[in-house]
């Protein structure tokens, strides 16, 4: 990010930034600006949970899409994946759930509270970065997003005796505007799937992965396109990667720009009210990104 600030290095970065976002959807950064004493902390808060007993963390079972076990879980007889979470909605404030966010560590909200608005920050800048690269006003994404939805999501998978048989988390696309993910920087996991192929994303010191969500697919009308991943399992090494989801407000209409139409590039998604979105990912098993496009293409 520091290479950001202009001249010719801006140029080469913003680039990488265009060809990542539309031939991969996912990218890496560093000297993003987020305290890496504070990211410490937060993952060292995340394992200090996952490490309790399990009737306390029962004590925050999911209620509303919100709290500790695991999601998109729609029958009893589906195949579960081989880890736990701990999902919060950060904002808008009046949608947290605050009986679900854990007491113990003691530290655990207050940090909970400044990381996010750290990566609130970084996710304002990123996505003025991918305005300009689309030739948009730099807080077209600011402006269209409203009052912003933002919801951290704590993953933990345990040490697997098959990793062979089971994934950590499902091949599935994020239904964000963007996503932004602390990885365990000793546990590789992260797959992503390009041309039919699983790539491992290798983790980097204090980095964070950026990955393009559903919504923005979305609003620029399929030219940054999100991509399937999946986490995978370790026989020997539990893993915990932290993700934050940055997207536009429950209200919010969601549809292409109408500057990236025209002739060449047709309408390829219908509008929709956000929540309505929510609601329908939610409730669905994981499945790529079949019902995406049931639910969102014309």
């Not at 081989?82 to 949608?95: A, K, N, V």
């Not at 207050?110 to 305005?131: D, F, G, H, P, T």
């Not at 990912?281 to 049931?294: A, C, I, L, N, P």
Request: hydrophobic content about 35%; glycine content about 6%.
């Amino acid at each position: 990010m520091a290479m950001l600030s202009g001249g010719l290095q801006k140029e080469e970065e913003m680039a990488k930034i265009d060809k990542a976002c539309e031939e991969w959807g996912f990218f890496q950064v560093v000297n993003h600006g987020v305290p890496h004493s504070l990211m410490d902390d937060i993952t060292r808060m995340g394992k200090e949970f996952f490490r309790l007993p399990a009737e306390e963390k029962e004590k925050y079972a999911i209620r509303d899409f919100q709290g500790y076990g695991q999601i998109f879980v729609v029958s009893e007889e589906q195949k579960r994946d081989w880890g736990d979470l701990l999902g919060l909605i950060i904002s808008p404030p009046q949608s947290r759930n605050l009986s679900v966010w854990p007491s113990v560590p003691s530290e655990f909200r207050q940090i909970v509270e400044a990381y996010n608005m750290e990566i609130r920050s970084l996710a304002v800048k990123i996505l003025s970065l991918i305005a300009e690269n689309l030739h948009l006003k730099p807080d077209y994404f600011e402006q269209s997003f409203g009052n912003t939805y933002q919801k951290m999501r704590m993953n933990y998978y345990p040490a697997c005796p098959r990793p062979d048989l089971v994934l950590g988390l499902s091949p599935h696309a994020d239904g964000s505007g963007i996503t932004l993910l602390l990885q365990d920087e000793k546990v590789e996991g992260l797959h992503v799937r390009k041309d039919d192929i699983w790539v491992a994303v290798q983790p980097i010191p204090y980095a964070l992965v950026i990955n393009i969500g559903n919504l923005l697919e979305v609003i620029t009308n399929g030219r940054y396109k999100s991509i399937q991943h999946r986490a995978v399992t370790n026989k020997h090494k539990s893993r915990l990667s932290i993700d934050v989801f940055y997207s536009p407000g429950f209200d919010a209409e969601i549809g292409p720009a109408p500057e990236l139409i025209d002739e060449s590039h047709p309408c390829l998604f219908r509008k929709f009210i956000h929540e309505d979105h929510i609601k329908y990912y939610m409730s669905r098993k994981v499945d790529g990104k079949t019902s995406f496009y049931e639910y969102a293409g014309v």
